[in-house]
C-alpha cells in the first residue's frame, strides 16, 4: 500500500457551509503526495454528503463520536504520512503551502514542527506574521501572543508524534491546541516559515470569536505551566532560583491575585524575567527541553 509523503488532517463540525472550499484548495495543491483525513467529530448538517461528491482516492473519511480531543488524536493515529499538516474546516490553503513546508522540513532535519504566516479574510483581514526562531517562539509564548504558531499552519514530523505520545490532552478543551504546541515545544526545535501560506476565515459566528474571553482564561493554564517549567530548568545557581523561588515569584503572584495587577501585567513580567534569565546565560532557550535533561 502506497505511504503518502504527508497527511493533511482536517478536524470537521457541521462544516457544510465552506467545506468546498476547503477540500478543493487542498487537492489543488502543487504537491501531490499526499492523503486528506476528514475526522468528523459529529457533524449534523449535511458534511458527509458534501464529502460523499468527490471520488479522489486520496480523501479519506471517518465520522466519530463527538469529542474534539478524541477524534483530534483518531486523526493522528490514522495517518500514514511522513508528515502531518493541521489544517481548518474552513479555511484555504495557498497552491503551494505543502511543498513549502515539505521542503523546508526535509532540509532542516533539526526541527520537529514547522508553521507559517496567515492572512484573515472575512469579517477582517489581518496579517498573522508570526516570529520565525525557537527562543523567540518560547518568549512569545509566554507572553501569551497569538502568533508564536498559527495552528492551521501546523506541519510536524509523524515519527516526533509517535515516539513522544503527542496527542490532544483530555481537559483542555477548546485550548488543547495550545497544550499540543507546549508539548511539541518541549521535545524539539520548531520553526515559522516567514510566508503566508493559508488564509483564515473569519466570521461573527466562529468558536474563536463567540468563546474569546473564556478561551483566553482557560488557555492561561498552558502558559503558566510553561513558566513553572522554564523556572524549573533554571541553571544550578542557588543564589538566582532562591532569589526567584522565595522572594520575587511569590510576591508577584500574590499581587496579582489581590488584583495590583492585571493577568496581562503578570505574564508580561515573567516574559520579561524569563528574557532577563535567558540574556544572562542562566536557562538556555535555544536547544529543546528534552535534549538538555
Known sequence: ?????????????????FLRE?????LAQTFKDFEV????????????????????????????PRNFAGTFNRGLSKAKGKYIALFDHDDIMVPNRLQVQFDFMETHTDIVACGAWMQEFGVSSNKWLAVNEYDQIILEFIDR????MCNPTLFIRKE?????NLHYKEGYYFHADIKFWLDIIKIGKVANIPEILVWYRTSKTQTSKQTRL??????????LELIDYL???IDDNEEVKSLLTKDVIPVVKEMTELSFFSNNIYFSLMREIIEGLYKNGFINLKEPFILQS
Not at 467529530?41 to 479519506?60: F, K, L, M, V
Not at 473564556?214 to 502558559?223: H, M, Y
Open 214 to 223: 473564556e478561551l483566553q482564561k482557560t488557555a492561561e493554564v498552558v502558559f
Open 1 to 17: 500500500m502506497h505511504q503518502p509523503k504527508i497527511s493533511v488532517l482536517i478536524l470537521l463540525y457541521n462544516s457544510g457551509s
Open 160 to 164: 516526533s508524534i509517535d515516539t513522544h
Open 231 to 233: 523556572f524549573f530548568r
Open 37 to 64: 483525513l476528514l475526522m468528523d467529530d459529529g457533524s449534523e448538517d449535511n458534511t458527509a454528503g458534501i464529502i460523499g461528491t468527490y471520488q479522489d482516492p486520496r480523501i479519506r473519511y471517518e465520522r466519530c
Open 22 to 26: 476547503t477540500i478543493d484548495s487542498v
Open 145 to 148: 501572543k497569538a502568533i508564536y
